[in-house]
């Protein structure tokens, strides 16, 4: 069975994908409020390893984050985060762009699509933070 990270293209896809999306997360008006809860310490190039790491254990690739970081619970990766429906349809719309401007298409990026939305939705807690 192919991977979702070998229907996209591999890890070259994957990276410009990132890539892409947080060009679009750094630049864009609407999605100021995820500047503001990326503000945690890191820049946004550790973000964007962070992401690419995730990414591509969930799309079925190598599993660096888990390598890195022993589990791949996006509930306890974004605890520390309040996000609320509003920041999760936001970074959703700003994926959802991203894939569209790289040309991703077909059933397997709507499943992609899908899947986002499950764990964005997962992810909202609005504004009830643990600490860590």
Same mark, same amino acid.
């Given at each position: 069975?192919?991977?979702?990270?070998?229907?996209?293209?591999?890890?070259?896809?994957?990276?410009?994908?990132? =890539?892409? /999306?947080?060009?679009?997360?750094?630049?864009?008006?609407?999605?100021?409020?995820?500047?503001?809860?990326?503000?945690?310490?890191?820049? /946004?190039?550790?973000?964007?390893?962070?992401? @690419?790491?995730?990414?591509?254990? @969930?799309?079925?690739? $190598?599993?660096? @984050?888990?390598?890195?970081? $022993?589990?791949?619970?996006? =509930?306890?990766?974004?605890?520390?985060?309040?996000?609320?429906?509003?920041?999760?349809?936001?970074?959703?719309?700003?994926?959802?762009?991203?894939?569209?401007?790289?040309?991703?298409?077909?059933?397997?990026?709507?499943?992609? #699509?899908?899947? /986002? #939305? $499950?764990?964005?939705?997962?992810?909202?807690?609005?504004?009830?933070?643990?600490?860590?």
């Amino acid at each position: 069975m192919t991977s979702v990270l070998d229907q996209i293209g591999g890890e070259d896809a994957l990276r410009d994908l990132v =890539k892409h /999306f947080y060009d679009l997360v750094e630049t864009l008006p609407e999605t100021h409020q995820l500047r503001v809860l990326h503000q945690d310490g890191h820049d /946004f190039s550790h973000t964007r390893v962070q992401q @690419f790491d995730f990414l591509s254990g @969930f799309m079925g690739g $190598r599993p660096y @984050f888990m390598k890195t970081h $022993r589990h791949m619970n996006v =509930k306890e990766i974004h605890a520390h985060v309040p996000i609320n429906s509003q920041d999760a349809e936001v970074w959703l719309q700003t994926m959802s762009r991203a894939l569209d401007d790289l040309g991703h298409r077909d059933a397997h990026i709507e499943r992609l #699509r899908t899947s /986002f #939305r $499950r764990v964005a939705m997962i992810l909202v807690n609005d504004g009830e933070v643990v600490s860590t």
